[in-house]
């Protein structure tokens, strides 16, 4: 039992960070974000709702398995690029919607998705579970970031 404390830990804090993150920038959906033009792939919101708290599971997992991994060979270059990853993920909330630089918000996104493409590629080798769990938030990534350029192109 007492194995599963640390990856249960690491799945509550990630949620309660996307949580807050959520709760953070939510005056910023209505009316901004709901008066974009967006992309005609656009999903409903709450699709959003659905698919991050499960992706932040999956990252939850990876940033766990990386940390108790930490010491192992060839852990050291992913594991900073994992944390580096999460450094893009949770600032471009913050900037698409709290500050709503939406190029800004694209190129960073475009910095996320290639520092995710990098952790799974370094990962791979090593740590193959770690880097399975990353692939969809590195396709849902590259998804958010085809609706980050619509939404500037369209608007």
């Not at 709760?23 to 008066?35: A, K, M």
Request: net charge positive; charged share 10%.
């Amino acid at each position: 039992m007492k194995k599963y404390i640390a990856p249960v830990l690491w799945i509550v804090g990630f949620q309660l960070v996307g949580g807050g993150l959520g709760f953070l920038t939510s005056r910023n959906i209505e009316p901004w974000y709901d008066g974009l033009n967006k992309a005609a792939l656009n999903p409903p919101d709450y699709v959003f709702g659905l698919v991050w708290p499960i992706l932040y599971v999956m990252l939850a997992l990876t940033g766990w398995l990386m940390w108790r991994d930490r010491r192992l060979e060839g852990a050291h270059m992913p594991l900073n690029l994992y944390w580096m990853q999460m450094f893009f993920n949770w600032g471009w909330t913050f900037i698409f919607f709290e500050f709503k630089l939406v190029l800004l918000g694209f190129f960073w996104i475009l910095t996320l998705n290639f520092t995710m493409l990098c952790f799974i590629i370094y990962a791979w080798k090593n740590h193959r579970v770690a880097a399975l769990l990353a692939l969809p938030t590195l396709f849902w990534g590259c998804f958010a970031a085809y609706l980050n350029y619509a939404i500037w192109v369209l608007n």
